[in-house]
């Protein structure tokens, strides 16, 4: 799977948007980028992946530049609650192998502040 | 709330004790993952089963034992753990489409192992 880059942390104003970049430069034709997060000490929460096409859902929208190295996690308007670890992942999940494989990296750590 | 349970949320061993970690998946799906979180390091995917077969056993020690009794339930068993051992594990479910595609992964909550 291709490796990931992210921030190691980022800050957000409540009610403002966040935008978590993510490099992937070595991404192949057939991987996806899924973003997951991680509030403290529970289970990573899925939010939104994609191949190629930008993609929104209710939580949040995902920009794949046209190249695909890299892409832009945003959640329009964050709360405190959004305060959590955020992945990038590229996978050969939906679509490629047998079953899932996620390779987790260090993430970006988003502090939401009043 | 992802249709994925976990239990116990926490628990306590001493390195001698045998104890089990139980999973459910509510949500129809035929695979199942263990994955290993240590203090201030990744995710580490522990086990695959897919179709109830393990399909993945990523070099973890045999004193982890994992168990696919039917597509919902995924068990660990633990024995003679060590004190590194301890760690937050989850688990997850995805839908394996028979080898050509295979949906996102929903993990529980994960539960917190401290080992003595």
């Known amino acids: 799977d291709a490796k990931t880059t992210q921030p190691p942390s980022m800050d957000c104003a409540e009610g403002r948007a966040a935008n978590l970049p993510c490099n992937h430069s070595t991404i192949s034709g057939n991987e996806y980028v899924y973003w997951y997060r991680q509030i403290h000490s529970q289970g990573p929460q899925y939010i939104i992946h994609?191949?190629?096409n930008n993609e929104t859902n209710e939580m949040a929208s995902l920009i794949i530049t046209e190249d695909r190295k890299s892409s832009t996690l945003i959640l329009p308007h964050a709360t405190l609650r959004d305060t959590a670890v955020y992945y990038c992942?590229?996978?050969?999940?939906?679509?490629?192998?047998?079953?899932?494989?996620?390779?987790f990296g260090q993430g970006t750590i988003l502090t939401v502040h009043p | 709330e992802t249709g994925v349970t976990q239990t116990p949320r926490h628990l306590v061993m001493g390195m001698t004790n045998k104890k089990s970690l139980k999973c459910e998946q509510h949500l129809g799906h035929n695979a199942m993952y263990w994955y290993k979180q240590s203090a201030k390091k990744p995710l580490e995917l522990m086990f695959v089963?897919?179709?109830?077969?393990?399909?993945e056993n990523n070099s973890v020690p045999s004193r982890f034992s994992p168990e696919c009794p039917n597509s919902s339930h995924l068990f660990l068993h633990l024995h003679t753990l060590q004190p590194e051992d301890s760690a937050l594990y989850l688990c997850a479910s995805s839908q394996d489409r028979g080898g050509t595609y295979t949906d996102t992964q929903y993990f529980g909550p994960g539960t917190r192992l401290t080992v003595l």
């Open positions: 994609g191949l190629k």
């Open positions: 089963y897919s179709l109830e077969e393990r399909v």
């Open positions: 992942i590229v996978s050969l999940l939906a679509g490629g192998t047998s079953y899932g494989k996620l390779t």
